[in-house]
């Protein structure tokens, strides 16, 4: 439970964020890594098509989602799913998790309600 607080707290609005420790991100807050010259903002959640938990599935699905990267001055925008690295100049963006978990079918995930968990490493 102490790890859920702590991640909670971590990176939102704008906040210091550190390298190879996960940041938990709603839609619109941003991790800073000052030293590093980085911040990575979750934007959004893409087509969530993980499979319903009333639902028998051949595919598990993905559930992209949308990442503005600032470094060195230089703003780009990614589309990643969970287990997905991204290499941005000299550091490693990985999408560890996308919360919360795909419920039955017939209930719909809120925009505001998903979370992004990822890592930021040295390359």
Same mark, same amino acid.
């Given at each position: 439970? *102490? *790890? &859920?607080? &702590?991640?909670?707290?971590c990176? +939102?609005? $704008?906040?210091a964020?550190? #390298?190879? =420790?996960?940041?938990?991100?709603?839609? $619109?807050?941003?991790?800073?890594? %000052?030293a =590093? %010259? *980085? =911040?990575?903002?979750?934007v959004e @959640? /893409?087509?969530?098509?993980?499979? !319903?938990?009333d639902v028998?599935c051949?595919?598990q /699905?993905?559930?992209?989602?949308?990442l503005?990267?600032?470094s060195?001055?230089?703003?780009?925008q990614h589309?990643a799913?969970?287990?997905?690295? #991204?290499?941005?100049?000299?550091?490693?963006?990985? @999408? *560890?998790d996308?919360?919360p978990?795909? $419920? !039955?079918?017939?209930?719909?995930? &809120?925009p505001?309600?998903?979370?992004?968990? #990822?890592k930021?490493? +040295?390359?």
């Amino acid at each position: 439970m *102490l *790890l &859920a607080v &702590a991640l909670a707290g971590c990176g +939102r609005d $704008g906040s210091a964020a550190s #390298l190879n =420790e996960p940041i938990q991100l709603a839609p $619109g807050q941003s991790a800073i890594f %000052k030293a =590093e %010259k *980085l =911040e990575i903002t979750f934007v959004e @959640v /893409g087509a969530d098509s993980r499979c !319903p938990t009333d639902v028998t599935c051949f595919w598990q /699905g993905t559930v992209p989602v949308g990442l503005t990267i600032r470094s060195n001055g230089k703003v780009t925008q990614h589309e990643a799913d969970v287990s997905t690295d #991204l290499a941005i100049d000299g550091y490693v963006v990985d @999408v *560890l998790d996308v919360s919360p978990a795909r $419920g !039955p079918q017939s209930q719909r995930i &809120a925009p505001a309600d998903y979370r992004v968990t #990822l890592k930021v490493t +040295r390359a």
